[in-house]
Nanobody, 116 residues
Framework: QVQLVESGGGLVQAGGSLRLSCAAS????????MGWYRQAPGKQRELVAY???????EIRDSMKERSTISRDHTKNLVYLQMNSLKPEDTGVYYC??????????WGQGTQVTVSP
């Protein structure tokens, strides 16, 4: 099993910043991709950003100019730095990890609320 623990969510005013962190533990040796999804109230979960071991990183278009994803491979951490936050960024942010051994693992989610 791979366990994921997120931190860094919270309430912030529009224009503010948050840095989400996710720490993986357990069978982490075969993790090849980590990233973030989010789910807004009444909407489907959507991909926000990911970072693969092949060097590919992507961030969804609506956040590309305002966000950065980074990984610390030695500590099995992934970060999402979000700047100039907007109310439409509000949602529960879920960390995930893709592993050759266990498939996909999910964190419990961290709430991000951006007030106008």
């Amino acid at each position: 099993q791979v366990q994921l623990v997120e931190s860094g969510g919270g309430l912030v005013q529009a224009g503010g910043s948050l840095r989400l962190s996710c720490a993986a533990s357990g069978f982490t040796d075969n993790i090849y991709n980590m990233g973030w999804y989010r789910q807004a109230p009444g909407k489907q979960r959507e991909l926000v950003a990911y970072s693969s071991d092949d060097g590919v990183s992507e961030i969804r278009d609506s956040m590309k100019e305002r966000s950065t994803i980074s990984r610390d491979h030695t500590k099995n951490l992934v970060y999402l730095q979000m700047n100039s936050l907007k109310p439409e960024d509000t949602g529960v942010y879920y960390c995930y990890a893709k592993s050759l051994r266990v498939g996909i693992a999910w964190g419990q989610g961290t709430q991000v609320t951006v007030s106008p």
